[in-house]
């Protein structure tokens, strides 16, 4: 073995070792059955072990009848408020809310006018990076995965940061307000160091533009030409808002609580989310969904032939397409089961963006499977329960007519999870818990919207 790939190579040997690891490793199935033991964490119907109480979001997906648990059409809260309301109002004022919905998470309330423009200020002026991070860090070593680059990136702002132990809350709001600002930055920066010198694409650093949203910024700062429509930086703010949060239990924000119960450090908290959201069962989904569509489109003569669009889901599920997994990618999701709110909102403003992109036939099809593909889940498998489209499903459909390049899908969720983690990050040191391994029940209170002038 030479130096050269030691650090890659698999040899012979390392394989017959992890032979070893696996089998002891592997526990009998039927040991998790005796004990009771709740595999993943949840029972058959999705429920999570409840380990602890959160007031931040709610996924509510069933309610009780008689007795009885049965499914519903999905609801999401922030902080007791309806996503649906949420993106309904700021949206209807023709305002962008990742903003405005970050204050809500971290703060627990809307924000009035003077005090959004005040906190839109606070990230403005932290959207700027250390003197020469981006050469000295971004530029050498560039990972060819954008989500280990971002991960990298914040472990390296803790040298930079003189109290980067410090647990107070005021000390972590304000080195989560600079994570907020900077997600944009450190994951593009790293997108285009690595089309830079693995691609032989050309290289843009542009600087962000104070003023601009989130979205705004994320355009500007990816597109060669800075340019961007309206409605491309309102969907994209739309798809941040809907990716932002998603209660207690999910894997990144139950890693959130279980590394900052430890009392380490703010990055080393974000880095171990980034590095749960990185995994393709977290946040990597819509990427699949994408590609299956591409061999769709290819495989799939007719468009609007609903039974040749039904045998090509069926043989997905049957092994014989795509990547031979089984699957039907954006479809299915271990909470929901009638219904996704996330996707039944992100629909409403799909189809705009199809049309100014000339895409309605591709919206079609997608509308089609989303309808075809419960039914022949029903009749190829037997469920427990419903089946529908989740929020990757639609995502993965506006990144690519945003010309979003796919190694940024991921890290996109994660500068819209950013804000979730961090208001995760202060609910689990403002109540000085134990170190934990939690589950989550909401305790928030349903409230109704209200508009900016009624605050």
């Known amino acids: 073995m030479t130096n050269s790939n030691i650090y890659s190579e698999v040899t012979p040997d390392i394989v017959q070792l992890a032979k070893l690891s696996e089998r002891a490793g592997i526990i009998d199935s039927e040991l998790f059955t005796r004990y009771e033991v709740k595999r993943g964490l949840r029972d058959l119907n999705g429920k999570g072990v409840l380990a602890g109480l959160t007031n931040i979001s709610d996924v509510r997906a069933s309610k009780v009848v008689d007795g009885e648990t049965v499914p519903i059409h999905g609801k999401l809260f922030y902080r007791g408020y309806n996503v649906e309301d949420l993106v309904q109002g700021f949206s209807s004022e023709n305002r962008f809310g990742f903003e405005e919905v970050s204050y809500l998470l971290l703060f627990d309330q809307l924000p009035t006018k003077k005090q959004l423009s005040e906190f839109q200020e606070l990230l403005y002026f932290y959207r700027s990076l250390p003197t020469s991070f981006v050469r000295d860090i971004i530029m050498k070593a560039p990972s060819r995965d954008m989500m ?76 060669p030409d800075s340019k961007y429509t309206p409605l491309e930086a309102r969907i994209l703010d739309i798809a941040l808002v809907l990716h932002m949060e998603h209660g207690g239990g999910n894997n990144s924000s139950f890693t959130t609580h279980v590394v900052s119960s430890s009392l380490t450090d703010t990055y080393s908290v974000i880095a171990a989310a980034i590095g749960s959201l990185k995994g393709p069962r977290h946040g990597g989904a819509n990427i699949k969904v994408v590609q299956m569509f591409e061999d769709m489109k290819k495989e799939v ?149 209200r508009q900016m002038k009624e605050r």
């Open 148 to 223: 280990n680059t971002l991960a990298r990136s914040v472990l390296t702002l803790y040298s930079y940061d003189d109290r980067a132990d410090d647990t107070s809350l005021p000390n972590v709001l304000r080195q989560s307000l600079q994570l907020i600002s900077l997600f944009p930055l450190l994951s593009i920066y790293g997108y285009q160091a690595y089309r830079y010198y693995h691609d032989g694409g050309s290289l843009h650093i542009h600087q962000p533009v104070w003023g601009l949203s989130t979205a705004e910024n994320i355009l500007h700062i990816l597109r």
């Open 301 to 449: 003569s007719d468009w609007e032939d609903e039974d040749e669009v039904s045998s090509y889901l069926a043989r997905l599920l049957h092994k014989e397409a795509f990547d031979q997994a089984g699957l039907i990618y954006g479809v299915g999701h271990a909470v929901y089961s009638k219904s996704d709110p996330r996707a039944v909102v992100f629909k409403k403003f799909v189809q705009d963006l199809s049309k100014e992109k000339g895409l309605e036939k591709e919206f079609a099809l997608y509308s089609m499977v989303e309808r075809l593909a419960p039914q022949v889940i029903a009749k190829e498998r037997q469920i427990y329960k419903g089946v529908s489209i989740n929020v990757d499903f639609y995502s993965g459909f506006v990144y690519h007519m945003l010309e979003l390049p796919m190694e940024l899908y991921t890290p996109i969720f994660a500068m819209a999870r950013i804000s979730g983690w961090s208001a995760h990050r202060m609910e689990e040191l403002a109540n000085n818990g134990k170190i934990i391994r939690p589950a989550y029940k909401s305790v928030c209170e349903d409230r109704v919207y």
